[in-house]
């Protein structure tokens, strides 16, 4: 049975970080590419970030360039989002997807992250 479980959301100020974890398990970790999608309050879900299987090749939607980095462990069956410099709109349900390189997706239940003072 595949499952995606995201952890490491919560209330942060602004300028702060948090970093989200997606544990996956019921999968082949390092033969998929693995994203970070976000749904803000009233929006549609949106891509943030992806990271692909093999060489690892990363991109970022601008509104978290230079501020968000995706990394993975396959050892671990892990893929992380490091978010620094939090705005408001970063506000969010952060939900993990894993996409095998053949096709077939599977997404995690979502994690909130919620950027006030």
């Known amino acids: 049975q595949v499952q995606l479980v995201e952890s490491g959301g919560g209330l942060v100020q602004p300028g702060g970080s948090l970093r989200l974890s997606c544990a996956t398990s019921?999968?082949?970790?390092?033969?998929?590419?693995m994203s970070w999608y976000r749904q803000p309050p009233g929006k549609e879900r949106e891509l943030v970030a992806y990271i692909t299987y093999g060489a690892g090749s990363t991109n970022y939607a601008d509104s978290v360039k230079g501020r968000f980095t995706i990394s993975r462990d396959n050892a671990m069956s892990l893929v992380y989002l490091q978010m620094n410099s939090l705005k408001p709109e970063d506000t969010a349900v952060y939900y993990c997807?894993?996409?095998?390189?053949?096709?077939?997706?599977?997404w995690g239940q979502g994690t909130q992250v919620t950027v006030s003072s």
């Open positions: 997807k894993a996409v095998h390189r053949w096709g077939g997706a599977h």
């Open positions: 019921g999968v082949t970790f390092s033969r998929y590419t």
